[in-house]
């Protein structure tokens, strides 16, 4: 102890580590056991306050009232802005502090209220027909990796000593369904696959992102359970990447090991494998059987000493145990939760995550002599559809309806009728629905799906009373009636404008191709604000820029067995079919002309190989974002690669008539290979590099893409 009256954990002045091995060697046991599950009790003797580790964020702080709710993940990706998705973490931290100071304070230290945020999902969304893709940021690992990081940053601030929130990368890894066999599902990668496709993403998290926390899977990678696994957990996570946090279980876990993995044979055993590979923190109660595990010679308490310590080091780190005046962040005001600022980043955020993805004869933005308008759609006065999963609850959402309601001119009329619901059979609406259609000039189809038809397999989360998620999908097609209303709604002769909610693909291969229908908007699960921003891409106040982070495919018979977490086949990278829209694809309303494409040589010593330049211009006649994208192609890889893959990006705003000139730096891990064994090795040969707006669809597409610049290079 540093004086008598105080012990060393509690003098704020002393290092951390000081602290935490002087805390950690005070308790019993006992005692510390009862730390390392998610709902961890009081030690009052030792002034350890209890401590609930369970908390979410993915689009804002989740499931602890009032907070500012922002587009579902997915739709977070489709703004391909890093710099952004930083700003919505770092006001999703705000809030979330001050949440957390104001229930301490009224004596509250429950579930959903803590620091600790089990957010980014950064596992690549593989197939389309996971219901859990949603809350990833897309199918491309460089993406991913890029938006993650930046969240994780946002998260956590930038103070030299406290962490504002502890962000938590998940699901750790090789994690993208079936929903329904997770508990039990054994998944399958080579080490090449593992290297270049599953683990990129967290690992730009851990090391560029500086995220000090990250969730097992429940699956198993290669026989292993991924909570239990000394090859993800300890060789790759804390020896390869010197990853300093803790690792917590996803919940039911490490329960998972014995019951349905069936790798041992009790609950003891499970605890003190978990532990032993790694596994820090159970979500869940089977870290209690560690007290039998210790007494049968399965584990030490030093084993369990070092778990107890990185799980301390995390809540010293966010100044649980020192005076408030001390830790930055504790002053932040609870008047920031939903504060107009935070407001208006939520409608910033749903505009530039709209996609523009068909715009037959430039029908949008829509004319000011439009008259009649009809909203039809069951997710058109819809707010709850708008939340997706893990969310808060927004003060004043705006629907769809009512959005455009907000949005068109006094004189303009606006009707709603539902049609049909998302997935139900019931006819009763459709007639309805469609008569309004034809006494309109104008039909605004808001379909698409819900959390009924996707999300996590039975999570109630985002469906009605009495009612939960189906999990996957076994269709891309739109679910229910919604196809037939949509072509009787087309039938009526009127122009249709089709918006869709969804998190996932849908193949809209009949809408892309109807002239009736003149414009398709996707807007994922945009937020509470995704009315007033779907009415302001609609009526042109915005110039949407939105680009797909996923493929769109034509048929759910173009893709691969569900099961098979083999590359081959699967994203754009491996894909070698004709989608309906291809990856980075999105329209504007103004147009971009790409020019003046150079390859220049690295410097000598500097970690970039090449560099490669373009030219941007807006040759059209309204401002407007354009997202550059670079792709690289291995003309002449002795080993397996992608076919392209994205190396670079950026979001840029140009006004008519002004341009830009871009520069993409590539390095050692932009063009390596990897070898049968998961290990990257660069070898010479060519390289064609790919710029434009949208990926180079090497298979052709369903829609006419503009062309793209091309370099080669050779090193």
Known sequence: MSDSSKPEYLDASRPIEERVNDLVASMTLAEKISQMVNDAPAIDRLHVPAYNWWNECLHGVGRAGL???????????????????WRIACVIANEARAKHHQAVKEGKREIYYGLTFWSPNVNIFRDPRWGRGQETYGEDPYLAGQIGKNFVKGLQGDDKYYLKLVATPKHFAVHSGPESDRHQFNAQVSPRDLQQTYLPAFKTC??????????????????????????LLEQVLRQEWGFDGYVVSDCGAIDDIYRHHQTVNTSAEAAALGVRSGCDLNCGDTYFSLMEAVAKGLISEAEIDQAVRRLFRARFWLGMFDPEEKVPFASIKYDVVDSPAHRALAVEAACQSIVLLKNEDDFLPLSPNVGSIAVIGSNANNEMVMRGNYFGDPAAPVTILEGIRRRAAKERRVRYARGCGVADLSRAGLDRAVALAARSDLVIAVLGLSQLVEGEETQEEGTLPGQSSQGDRASLD???????????????GKPVVLVLLNGSALAVNWAQSSPAVKAILEAWYPGQAGGTAVAQVLFGDTNPAGRLPVTFYQSINQLPPFTDYNMEGHTYRYFRGKPLYPFGYGLSYTQFDYSQAQVE??????PVIVSVSIKVTNTGKVAGDEVVQAYIQDLEASVPVPACELRGFARIHLDPGQSCSLKFDFRFEDLACFDDDGRPFLEPGSFRVWLGGHSPALNGSCVELQPLQQVIFTI
Do not use: K
């Open 601 to 606: 040589p690295g410097i000598a010593n500097s």
């Open 67 to 85: 907070a500012t709710v922002f587009p579902q993940a997915i739709g977070l990706a489709a703004t391909w802005n890093p710099d952004l998705i």
């Open 206 to 231: 851990v090391q560029e992102g500086g995220a000090r926390s990250v969730m097992g899977a429940y699956n198993r990678t290669n026989g292993e359970p991924c909570c239990a696994s000394r090859t």
């Open 478 to 492: 739109l679910p229910g009636l919604q196809q037939e209303l949509l072509e009787r709604l087309a039938a009526t």
